[in-house]
């Protein structure tokens, strides 16, 4: 736990009680803040209570009274329309900030020199901030990691100098941190994501940038255009900037992969770092550029290359994320139960050959049409979910589809299927879609895959 003396004595509002409003308000409490905590939901103001959290109905609130807003970062803060809260405190003038912020201002008062790692992307932030964390601990230092990825990040021991700070920062907390300043911020990719959010691409790559521009050093990403412009910005602004590239492009201070080694480029000099071959968690050129962002922010300590080597291999990868999850004779199942969108499947279907494909959900918009050009590693596709007719007519003649219905019947056909081969085989779920036309999450999805893989393999010991 953090508590937040940066706030002793002053009078904050907070809207959103899950967990992180929850340890939010606790926080701001154990240092010396009055909170006026709400809710809409009955059931999240109950449990508060129960908690010793102070409710009052923000409705009526004195808004002129409140210091600060801390909104929770599910609540639209802009899009589609503002929530009511946001425009009770902008008509009173008050700064609307989240835990990221609160965090923020901790370390500002504390620590500012601290080592404080913030990590986005579109996609594989999770994965990164993981081995990240894994890179320092194994270097020997003392880790918290939160954020994004779990764990709140005022649940985390306070700033200290001895203390080292790994953070996944969504889209949303980064708008609700407007004095964000990481030692080291990651950029991983931008695609198109959360716009029922933040209106338009354009909007949404600007709040990512903040990130990095507001870091010590930023490591950026540069094989999507929008990062690679966000990376020629900073450097315009004579920012410490290290580039990262899996896809050939040309990095004067970074890291490159190449096949699966990780080259580093410094002063004109380029030199072998790490090897990624054979590491089953960071299997494919998405965990390449994984594996640099982590490198990177490591800082100099990644120079040991032999301690770096070990700590590579020594990573056991994340849940749901490219996660080996079982074999059966030649059949090798991959629960990728978090790619809900196109382009991160497609970093699973860059991985294998071939692969009997598990894929549906509810589909994000553009649907599967971008992986077009990998439909010739898929030896079939077994169709789950409210995204099965879409999908059947996307995929059409080109790759042979069976509707399944749901993840139980689609597991037990494509293992049918691939068992049948006589060959190595992968079986694989990565279903670039939202899960929640059958599962709550994308977590519940996969650990159902891993219970059903578990069953077959036991069955036939």
Known sequence: MTPLTAFAGQHVALFGLGSSGLIAADALMQGGATVAAWDDKDA???????????????HDADWSAFDAFVLA?????????????????????????????????????LAPKSRFIAITGTNGKSTTTALTAHLFKSFGYTV??????????????????????????????????????????VLLNLTPDHLDRHGTMANYAAIKERLVAGSDIAIVGIDDADSAAIAA?????????????????????????????????????????ADLAGIASLRGAHNGQNAAAAVAALGADADDLERLQTA????????????????????????????????????????????????????????????????????????IGDATETFAATLGTNVPFERC???????????????????????????????????????????????????MTMAAQ
């Open 233 to 273: 910005r900073l450097k315009a602004t004579g920012k410490s900037v290290e580039t990262l590239s899996v896809a050939g492009h040309v990095v004067e201070n970074g890291i490159t992969l190449d096949g699966t080694r990780l080259l580093r480029h410094r002063a004109g000099v380029m030199s072998v770092i």
């Open 44 to 58: 999240s103001r109950a449990k508060a209570a129960a908690a010793g959290v102070p409710l009052v109905d923000l």
């Open 312 to 383: 590579l291999k020594s990573f056991p990868g994340l849940a749901h994320r490219m996660e080996q999850i079982g074999k059966l004779g030649r059949v090798l199942f991959i629960n990728d139960s978090k790619a809900t969108n196109a382009d991160a499947a497609e970093k699973a279907l860059l991985s294998f050959p071939r692969v009997h494909w598990i894929i549906g959900g509810k589909a994000k918009e553009g649907g599967i049409e971008p992986l077009r050009p990998l439909f010739g590693r898929v030896a079939k596709a077994y169709l």
């Open 73 to 109: 970062p599910g609540v639209p803060l802009t899009h589609p329309t503002p929530h009511w809260t946001v425009l009770k405190a902008q008509a009173a003038g008050v700064a609307i900030i989240g835990d990221i912020e609160l965090f923020c201002r901790q370390r500002a008062l």
């Open 405 to 455: 219905g749901t993840l139980d019947v689609a597991t037990e056909r494509a293992t049918r299927d691939a068992a049948r081969t006589g060959r190595d085989e992968v079986v694989l779920l990565s279903p670039a879609c939202a899960s929640y036309d059958q599962f709550s999450d994308f977590e519940k999805r996969g650990d159902r895959f891993r219970t059903l893989v578990q069953g």
């Open 144 to 185: 918290g990691m939160g954020g994004n990825i779990g764990t709140p990040i005022l649940q985390l021991p306070p700033p200290s100098e001895t203390q080292v700070h790994v953070v996944e920062c969504s889209s949303f907390q980064i708008d609700l941190a407007p004095s964000l300043n990481p030692s080291a911020g």
